[in-house]
């Protein structure tokens, strides 16, 4: 079911140390696989696109080691954009990188939490239940998206609003409507499309005609 307003309005802010241990306790408790479940039978709806419904499908194998792959000699903060189970986050912030994850499903995010502190990357990652549409992700420069096609345009219209030239969003399982990808790898559902927006957006035109303007 979808996600009730409460949870949604979770912030980073309001996410103390006490609760993030309690979950980490309950998470552990109940057990990965009976959370993962839940995980898996309980899709979430994105708040503005109400008739479009999300299932958690786990990134595989071959989709994360693409993922890393567009990632090589990248630098600066990371997003994932609908994090699921963590599974991205936690490998980019094994490459060194501080990796947040923003994720609908409350269930998924105690466990992406947990599964960073199991495997000692907790310090640089954070995850948080929020609502894309209404965060900013304006200071990120690296960004992964797994989405569906019905909600592209309208996050590639806020992407390319909101970051800045030397971004690169890498596209998982579905491409961007209107982009043309610089970058892609792997074959089939493990297919990923990274994205400069310095090309995308033509800021590599602008500054030279800005450098031709000064020299004459």
Same mark, same amino acid.
């Not at 304006?138 to 609003?161: A, T």
């Given at each position: 079911?979808?996600?009730?307003?409460?949870?949604?309005?979770?912030?980073? $802010?309001?996410?103390?140390?006490?609760?993030?241990?309690?979950?980490?306790?309950?998470?552990?408790?109940? /057990? /990965?696989?009976?959370?993962?479940?839940?995980?898996?039978?309980?899709?979430?709806?994105?708040?503005?696109?109400?008739?479009?419904?999300?299932?958690?499908?786990?990134?595989?194998?071959?989709?994360?080691?693409?993922?890393?792959?567009?990632?090589?000699?990248?630098?600066?903060?990371?997003?994932?954009?609908?994090?699921?189970?963590?599974?991205?986050?936690?490998?980019?912030?094994?490459?060194?990188?501080?990796?947040?994850?923003?994720?609908?499903?409350?269930?998924?995010?105690?466990?992406?939490?947990?599964?960073?502190?199991?495997? /000692?990357?907790? $310090?640089?990652?954070?995850?948080?239940?929020?609502?894309?549409?209404?965060?900013?992700?304006?200071?990120?420069?690296?960004?992964?998206?797994? /989405?569906?096609? $019905?909600?592209?345009? $309208?996050?590639?219209?806020?992407?390319?609003?909101?970051?800045?030239?030397?971004?690169?969003?890498?596209?998982?399982?579905?491409?961007?409507?209107?982009?043309?990808?610089?970058?892609?790898?792997?074959?089939?559902?493990?297919?990923?499309?990274?994205?400069?927006?310095?090309?995308?957006?033509?800021?590599?035109?602008?500054?030279?005609?800005?450098?031709?303007?000064?020299?004459?």
């Amino acid at each position: 079911g979808a996600m009730s307003e409460a949870g949604a309005r979770e912030s980073p $802010q309001r996410d103390g140390e006490g609760r993030s241990r309690w979950g980490l306790l309950v998470t552990a408790a109940v /057990g /990965g696989s009976l959370v993962a479940l839940y995980a898996v039978a309980t899709p979430f709806v994105a708040p503005a696109l109400r008739k479009v419904c999300l299932p958690f499908v786990p990134a595989t194998a071959a989709q994360i080691q693409n993922v890393l792959k567009m990632l090589e000699n990248r630098s600066g903060p990371l997003v994932d954009i609908g994090s699921g189970d963590g599974r991205i986050v936690i490998a980019a912030a094994k490459m060194g990188f501080k990796a947040v994850g923003y994720e609908l499903n409350p269930w998924l995010v105690w466990y992406s939490r947990y599964r960073a502190w199991r495997d /000692g990357v907790h $310090q640089n990652t954070r995850f948080y239940i929020s609502d894309l549409w209404k965060v900013s992700f304006s200071h990120y420069r690296n960004i992964v998206v797994f /989405g569906v096609p $019905q909600m592209m345009p $309208q996050l590639e219209k806020k992407l390319e609003e909101e970051l800045e030239c030397n971004a690169r969003i890498i596209a998982c399982r579905f491409p961007f409507p209107c982009w043309v990808p610089d970058h892609t790898a792997g074959e089939g559902i493990d297919t990923v499309w990274a994205y400069d927006l310095k090309h995308s957006r033509g800021c590599e035109t602008k500054s030279l005609e800005i450098t031709s303007e000064i020299e004459s």
